[in-house]
């Protein structure tokens, strides 16, 4: 059975068992296996915090900007702080160059969820790169998961220095997306706010059909005065949209593609027949001219 003794030696109170020291008061300081303590409490070893009911580890500071941190070590160098910093932020930085940061779930989930004054805004992520200081430049990339009047889904929002920050992209909880300040409709899987550039475009459509049957014997081709006669009074194309219903409705690419083509296959009758006539009257002059010599 081991027996506790206290020894009190040039101002050091000493708690051991039998000839094994364990708890130093020196100073200011205590220090657990440590005989020279270097802060109100130094622990050199193991620690374990257990109870029934729980365990808190509390940080207290009567200074609003004091830093309340959790420091690690390894080699007498530090390698990672986490906690408060001097405002209310609270921070997890690697200190070790080119070292990572895991979160990891045995089979779970990782949940990033925040509060808002604004009940439309939920779980936050904010991406921050210190060094894009420029005009023009993003500092912050956000992505949010927001609903009702923000949009119904997962929004990439940037913020920088004198540029119009706002909603870059959101991808809509009923698949749809977004590209600019817009949220994503019901109707079309993909809705852009500004212009595409882009080295290919190709739409399966099956549902429309394409225009060969033009040139089968039994479609009827407008007489070429019904169509002048159409121009007259609409000024556009037969089946073709006029300019007003364009600027209301848009055009879609698929049935509009078709439809020109149908007009150019169109023109290649007309011009076919206008050929044949063409040649008959050749044929007519060149016989006329044959008798008057």
Sequence with gaps: MFKTVVV?????????????????VKGTGVGIGTSSPTEKLHVSGK?????????????????????????FYRNGIQNLWMGLDQGTDFQIENKTAGANIQLKANGGRVYIQSSYDNDNIG?????????????????????????DGYGNGLSFWGYGTNVNWGRVM???????VAIGSIVPGDTYKLQVDGTVNAKGY???????????????????????????SYLIQNHHLP???????????????????????????????????????????????????????
């Design 8 to 24: 009190t030696l040039l101002g050091t109170f000493l708690f051991h068992t039998v000839s094994l020291a364990q708890l130093y």
């Design 47 to 71: 620690a374990l915090i257990e109870s029934n009911d729980g365990n808190i580890l509390t940080f207290k500071s009567s200074t609003a900007s004091a830093p309340q941190m959790l420091s």
């Design 123 to 147: 779980g936050t992520l904010m991406l921050r790169h210190p060094g894009k200081t420029n005009e023009g430049q993003n500092m912050d990339w956000a992505i949010y998961n927001m609903k």
């Design 170 to 176: 959101t991808l809509g909880d009923n698949g749809n």
């Design 202 to 228: 190709k739409v399966n459509d099956t549902t429309i059909s394409w225009s060969d049957y033009v040139f089968d014997p039994t479609y009827k081709l407008r007489t070429l005065p019904d169509v002048e």
């Design 239 to 293: 089946e073709v949209p006029s300019a007003e219903t364009v600027k209301k409705e848009g055009v879609s690419l698929v049935e509009n593609q078709a439809l020109l083509l149908k007009k150019i296959e169109e023109l290649t009758l007309y011009a076919i027949e206008q050929n044949k006539k063409i040649l008959a009257l050749e044929e007519k002059v060149k016989l006329l001219e044959e008798k008057g010599k």
